[in-house]
């Protein structure tokens, strides 16, 4: 299931087919619209006993939109419009399918509603690990095929999935239980602080808006903070990053959230001035002449030690950061069953992954500072 360094949001990932939509008879005027500062894949509608959510980019490209309605327990739904999903508040049991979904739940104090989830192993959080190993937890298989069976034993009140396009059976399967399913995309959000604003998409779930709100301010205010603090350095340290599979080098495009962090951390990224918001495949020829000398090298794909990416390609050791041993890696910190915490936490903290790359970069202003995600291969 690993592949290479800036495609990993896109490794458990399944799609979606919707039964016909559920449709009713007199909406109300909306009371106000939720303030988002930097996610742009959802909005939130406030009505009067109701709010509805509304993905606007399920996945990238997609030309369809979804619309959920929330409605407070006892509080007649309105009926004049259609609605991909109804949910009664307040939830009591969610299943949630990616990793990136835990650190929400946890921040708002909601991870005892956790019921499901598909491959277990993935998980790196020691606090829901330890609900796992109690049993408060089910298997479900994997993304693409979950095991049905189970998921209608569990009843949840939702299913939260994501997807990178329209067609997969399994949700089909899951709808046609009568299961709410919805779609999260924090994933397809093109910068740090738009995939941890997605934190407001549970925070409505569970009627905490207010906590999400709390939760995020903070996390945008340390990272805008660090951002300022990186600003004062005098020096911009070029930086690679990613690493050659099956003898082709991927690397984040210059509008990446990867991209942004480096650029935010006020280092030099050398593809910065490509465009796009997923990876750049290369062959090693092209890498090497362009960052053979760069001052760092973050992110080398699935690599933890230097010998280990010596024995896989020995053309490393000609890069300049490799010889200078100054080569880091997030991929040494895993949970007990081998989930890399980073895939996990980091699009919910990014406040963290850019004190950790300003750690690296410019360490003299956080001399104090322990890294998080990052350590240095040796």
């Known amino acids: 299931m690993r592949i290479p360094f800036f495609l990993i949001f896109l490794i458990l990932v399944y799609a979606s087919c919707k039964e016909p939509k559920r449709t009713s008879s007199s909406e109300e005027q909306v009371i106000r619209f939720e303030e988002l500062k930097h996610a742009k894949g959802f909005s939130i509608s406030h009505f009067e006993g109701y709010k509805t959510v509304t993905i606007t980019n399920p996945w990238p490209g997609a030309e369809e939109e979804f619309t959920y ?29 990616s990793t990136t979904h835990i650190p929400s739940l ?62 997969n059976k399994t949700v089909d399967a899951i ?134 990416m010596l024995e896989k390609h020995s053309v490393y050791a000609e890069f300049e950061a490799f010889q200078q041993k100054k080569v880091y890696s997030f991929t040494t910190n895993k949970g007990a069953t081998g989930g890399v915490l980073y895939y996990e936490l980091a699009p919910n903290r990014p406040d963290l992954v850019l004190q950790d790359m300003i750690k690296i970069l410019h360490p003299n202003l956080l001399p104090e500072y322990e890294f998080y995600f990052f350590n240095k291969l040796e």
Not at 73 to 82: C, I, L, V, W
Request: charged share 25%; glycine share 8%; hydrophobic share 40%.
């Open 69 to 97: 309605l929330l409605s407070e327990k006892g509080t007649k739904a309105p009926t004049s419009r259609e609605y991909d999903a109804i949910i009664e508040l307040p939830i009591t049991s969610i299943v949630v399918t």
């Open 106 to 167: 946890e921040m708002l104090d909601v991870s005892s509603a956790l019921v499901g989830f598909p491959n277990l192993n993935y998980i790196s959080s020691e606090a829901t690990r330890k609900r796992i190993d109690a049993g408060a937890i089910k298997e479900l298989g994997k993304n693409e095929a979950i095991n049905t069976e189970v998921l209608i034993d569990l009843n949840p009140d939702v299913v939260v999935t994501f997807a990178v396009d329209g067609g």
């Open 175 to 308: 709808e046609k239980t009568g299961i709410p399913v919805l779609y999260n995309a924090d994933w397809t959000e093109t910068t740090p602080l738009g995939k941890a604003e997605w934190i407001k998409f549970f925070g409505v779930l569970f009627g905490k808006e207010k906590r999400a709100d709390s939760i995020f301010n903070e996390i945008e205010s340390n990272y805008l903070a660090a951002k300022e603090l990186a600003g004062s350095a005098v020096e911009k340290p070029t930086v690679l990053s990613g690493a050659m599979y099956q003898d082709v080098w991927y690397l984040p495009q210059g509008d990446s959230w990867a991209a942004q962090l480096i650029e935010d951390a006020h280092g030099e990224y050398l593809w910065h001035d490509s465009e796009g918001t997923g990876s750049i495949s290369l062959n090693l020829e092209a890498v090497l002449e362009k960052a053979q000398h760069a001052d760092y090298w973050i992110g080398p794909g699935q690599f933890t030690g230097l010998q280990q």
